[in-house]
């Protein structure tokens, strides 16, 4: 009776922030088991509810679950799709926010994860060392679900525990706390977690995907350079919003002293990861039944570093996104001219222009600062010849926008006359076999009615090359979404220690890590020889630029560029710019390859922070809107 007791006020206290009724939560509990006494008789039961909190986890790179994936200015689609989508297009709203089933889903995991610590003790037979694993991997979760909510929403209310039977009505309402009070237990939670979880899993097979001592310091790491950063750190647009008992939930002071905290955090992620032998990916020739050549080997060091399942870079896969259906969405319509009639391939998740145009020139500089590049007259046309012969195809026409660019440029965008390796070809001693794309008006990859790019680009980098198209099938090679890897905690720390310190080697070093794998010449080389502001990384400003701009291109299309936007506070001079695209109505290059503008974004301060629904607020009057919602 004690246990049903339980689980009755828990949902009672719940219900302020999650609608949800007595049969929809016991049917998320294991086996259907009524009360939380069974629940912990014995080890295989609760090790279920093990997995019911891990349950909880955040479809991140899938289309109807992370808004970072279609909700920014990345990826565009067909004006008539909705969904996500819809917050790129400006429709947020407080009636029913999109993307607002991540409150009611993780505050119900935040549930589950305190009903499982206050609950494991009871476990008769679970090994001591398991048990503390068990705990550090839901205290872990507990972390990661309050981070994943603050991102969106600001300042939340903090989810400590179950409060005790018979608590006051007025208690169960729940306040939101100050949002470095938020930090600062997520921060609490990863600490507390981090001395009973493994460097690496013992058992591959079963358990990747559950949480390690370099997953967890490395989201602690990634969560105080959010903290650091100007969205939550200095943030006047918001300093004067407080509860209604008048706690101010963010402090409008910038604090240096959080970038330094940010610091110490990355450099300790960064040396568990190297103890646990995590190291960015590079494709090995040696180990490879393909004889390629040093071009497609670095592509494909790029293009696997997100691609290939369980990689050395890898630091965290999420194993509730299977990235395999989303591939066909990504891939160009009618790759290969032999079967015209397979309609899987729809390649109609586009990366706007202006997401081409953010690439480094093959000297590793913005285009527009490269001194050899000619970036005037970029919308030019020129034909591909036998020096760019595995970038682009030999004699076809295209953009200058598209010659002399970096190597990640050509693995992670596919473009009107660009060479798509892999499908089935792998002999890059042989250009002329391989598949490319062609996108104008009535060609393979052209636009349709109901599927293909809007942009006339591509998302190749998502796309595993040894996916393969036949007559009327597509088969793709599965894997799990990443959520960390190296080059983002590399670049993460060059971040941390060029705000707290300022320019220094160190942070330049760990820059030159990520472009080195990418082919390109240290920062201090390209800038010294090839831009027209040769001394940029010597200031901090002119640093932070190149960090970012790195971060941008490195990170393209894995979800980061929206939240990055956010916290630097650059989303509203972003995603304020018309989306842009190539002429796909035309078909000679001439009419095809003219900037059109094929939609205005706007973006206002109120987005950086999600709406709490309009009806949560009613229900909870302890619960303030964000600002401008």
Known sequence: MKGKNFIFHSLCVFSILVTISCKNYLDIVPDNIATIDNAFTMRDQAEKYLFTCYSYMPKDGDLGSDPAMTGGDEIWRLSNTTGLFDIAKGLQN????????????????????????????????????????????????????????????????????????????????????????CFSYIVQLIDEAKENLPLQIDNPADDLGRITLPIALSLKAKVLVFAASPQFNGNSDVSFLENNDGVSLFNGQNDLEKWGLALMACKDAIDVCHEAQIELFKYNRSFSQYNLGDTMSTQLSLRNSVTEKWNSEIIWANTQTSVSGIQSLMTPSLLDPAFPDNPIPRGELSPPLKIAEQFYSEHGVPIEEDNTWDYNNRYDLQVGDNSSKLYIRQGYTTSKLHFNREPRFYADLGFDGGIWFGQGKYDDKNAQNLFFVEAKWGQRSSAKSDRSTVTGYFMKK??????????????????????????????????????????????????????????????????DNYSNNPSKYTSQRGLREIIQQERLIEMTFEGQRFWDLRRWKQAADELNKPIMSWDLTQSDPAGFYVPKIIFNQTFSSREYFWPIKESDISIDRNLVQNVGW
């Open 462 to 527: 998502l796309v595993h090359f040894q996916n393969v198209i036949n007559s009327s099938t597509y088969s793709a090679t599965t894997y799990p979404w990443p959520i960390l890897r190296l080059a983002d905690l590399y670049l993460l720390y060059a971040e941390a220690l060029n705000e707290y310190k300022g320019p220094s080697e160190e942070a330049v070093h760990y820059v030159d890590l990520v472009r080195e794998r990418a082919g390109l010449k240290s920062v201090a080389y390209s800038w």
């Open 94 to 181: 407080v009636v029913g926010p999109i993307a607002g089933q991540h409150w009611d889903n993780l505050f119900k995991g935040l549930r589950d994860c305190n009903i499982f610590l206050e609950n494991i003790e009871k476990v008769p037979d679970l090994e001591e060392y398991e048990k503390r694993k068990w705990i550090a991997e839901v205290k872990f979760l507990k972390a990661y679900y309050h981070f994943y909510l603050l991102r969106m929403y600001g300042p939340i209310p903090i989810i400590k525990e179950s409060l005790p039977v018979g608590t006051d009505v007025n208690a169960v309402k729940l306040y939101r706390d100050p949002v470095d009070s």
